[in-house]
């Protein structure tokens, strides 16, 4: 499938409702509360863009944490870790849909071509499927979702409007187990995992990390930040958050699963303080 526009659609009927069983917090938002009268409309075009980007990037975790579940099954994994995972498949979906309504309000998501047939993690070729779990669990989670707990922290500080509160409210309170769940596998698989994979682990935790420096580097458009108010992030601020976040929040807990990532290649990745 070749790279289309992306767009999310429901179904309705039985299917919205089972899912609002599940995840009731969509209809909780104060919904209807952005007045678009106090925003410039280049920072409302910044906000669009910044959360249509979320919007895919919660679809693509969707898709991350079925692949990850699919994998600790194939692994023998605890079932219930395997549920765990499966279960952060509904909250990414819910975190999909609630992102998508929030860019309606803001006016409509700005043009985003994807190929879905490419939104599942690569995993390498040929590994044992222990090490294939513990590839997705340190890309999905590890690293991803503990950049992710960060980054929406510093949103949720810098703004007051209740809607985007409410939403980074939201979405951070699940991203926690979000970004421990893979440390729950690396613990479970500590004794399965030799000390060849571990350094096979831990080059595939940098090569994570260094998909994420966009995030830090000082290419980034300072001109077109979006309001914090609708969820921007400074782009200085930004890129410090991030930085400390690599270290304190994936290099460090990773170490002390006993995946040590080399000092060397970490600090090319990371600017100097
Ligand atoms: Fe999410
Ligand atoms: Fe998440």
């Known amino acids: 499938m070749a790279s289309t526009q992306f767009e999310l659609e429901m179904l309705g009927g039985a299917a919205t409702s089972r899912l609002r069983r599940r995840r009731p917090a969509v209809d909780h938002l104060p919904w209807g509360t952005v007045d678009p009268a106090t925003f410039t409309p280049e920072g409302l075009i910044e906000a669009r863009k910044v959360w249509t980007n979320g919007v895919f990037t919660e679809y693509a975790s969707a898709a991350a944490f079925t692949a990850m579940a699919g994998a600790f099954l194939e692994c023998g994994a605890p079932i219930d870790l395997s549920a765990a995972a499966a279960d952060i498949v509904v909250d990414e979906l819910d975190h999909a849909e609630i992102a998508s309504r929030l860019v309606m309000e803001l006016g409509g998501a700005v043009p985003y071509h994807a190929d879905l047939a490419l939104v599942s993690p690569l995993t390498t070729p040929g590994v044992s499927p222990i090490v294939r779990a513990a590839e ?27 809607l985007v509160s409410g939403v980074l409210d939201h979405l951070l309170a699940d991203e926690g187990p979000h970004s421990r769940v893979g440390a729950w596998f690396l613990i479970w698989a500590a004794d399965k995992l030799s000390l060849g994979d571990r350094a096979h682990l831990a080059t595939v935790a940098l090569d994570a990390i260094a998909v994420y420096a966009p995030l830090w580097s000082d290419a980034r ?24 976040a690599v270290r304190m929040r994936v290099a460090r807990p990773l170490a002390r699963l006993g995946i040590d990532l080399d000092g060397e290649r970490l600090d090319a990745l990371l600017p100097a303080a």
Not at 139 to 161: F, I, M, Q, W, Y
């Open 136 to 162: 997705i669990a340190i890309t999905t989670s590890c690293v991803g979702e503990a950049l992710s707990v960060s980054a929406l922290s510093k949103s949720l500080a810098a703004t007051e409007h209740p």
């Open 221 to 244: 458009c300072v001109s077109c930040e979006a309001p914090g108010a609708l969820g921007g992030l400074a782009v200085s601020s930004h890129a410090r958050v991030m930085v400390d």
